[in-house]
């Protein structure tokens, strides 16, 4: 069977480009989403690649991928920090979780510093930019033991 993956995108992602470049980038979340895609390819891996500025759509989501995907990157943006129908969503996926970041939140302002959702996420990638999404999707590969034969042992095992 064909591992599935969702990447859920926040509030304000949809702007990437052109919303505070000098801390998120010039790189849009169309560009992000069609290398994702061209990346999960060569995984062979089913990709779902989403973004809601709506917080109970992101909820919704979260619930339905209990019944269709095996592991969630989620870059939840401003819900990072205040939201619990999001965190409590997550405590129900039975999967792996990656809590996604394309600035190092832990670098920012007092309002953007901590993420209430990493607690229930097995892994928290923040600060590589965009770049982030593919090292994301990876560890998410490697997880559900999804990394094909095709790539190099280095990043199908990395170290032993």
């Known amino acids: 069977m064909t591992a599935r993956l969702l990447i859920l995108n926040g509030p304000n992602l949809n702007k990437l480009g052109i919303r505070e470049p000098e801390i998120y980038g010039y790189t849009t979340l169309e560009a992000i989403e069609d290398s994702c895609v061209e990346f999960a390819r060569d995984l062979g891996i089913e990709l779902a690649f989403e973004q809601s500025n709506h917080e109970g759509n992101l909820v919704d989501r979260i619930q339905a991928a209990c019944n269709d995907v095996d592991a969630i990157i989620i870059n939840p ?84």
């Open 77 to 160: 943006a401003g819900c990072s920090f205040h939201s619990v129908a999001i965190l409590d969503a997550l405590k129900v996926f039975p999967g792996p979780i990656i809590e996604l970041h394309i600035s190092n939140i832990h670098a920012r302002d007092d309002v953007h510093r901590h993420s209430i959702l990493s607690p229930v996420a097995m892994a928290v990638i923040c600060g590589l930019g965009a770049y982030g999404y593919i090292v994301a999707m990876q560890a998410a590969a490697r997880k559900m033991e999804a990394i094909p034969n095709s790539l190099p042992e280095a990043m199908r095992k990395g170290p032993l």
